[in-house]
């Protein structure tokens, strides 16, 4: 019978990490289950690095390339001015 009891400890003792772990994504300090952290050298090196084995991976690093080009720019405030036509 103490088994139970102990099984009950773990899944009370899970519980309440699962909780600290959403109160601590929503205080913005992990990503653990809403938000996902974003792309960023590394997860990029790795893209590399399949796109040895999976060619056409290519496509998705330079898409992630282009994007993360266009975000800097915009974030800049450089680029062409705007037409007046």
Do not use: K
């Amino acid at each position: 019978m103490w088994w139970l009891l102990w099984v009950g400890v773990a899944l009370a003792g899970l519980y309440a990490l699962h909780r600290l772990a959403l109160w601590a994504e929503s205080r913005g300090w992990i990503y653990y289950r809403t938000n996902h952290a974003p792309l960023g050298a590394a997860g990029l090196a790795m893209m590399e690095v399949a796109s040895i084995v999976h060619p056409q991976m290519e496509y998705v690093i330079e898409e992630v390339r282009s994007e993360q080009a266009q975000a800097e720019q915009d974030e800049s405030g450089e680029g062409a001015p705007p037409s007046g036509d």
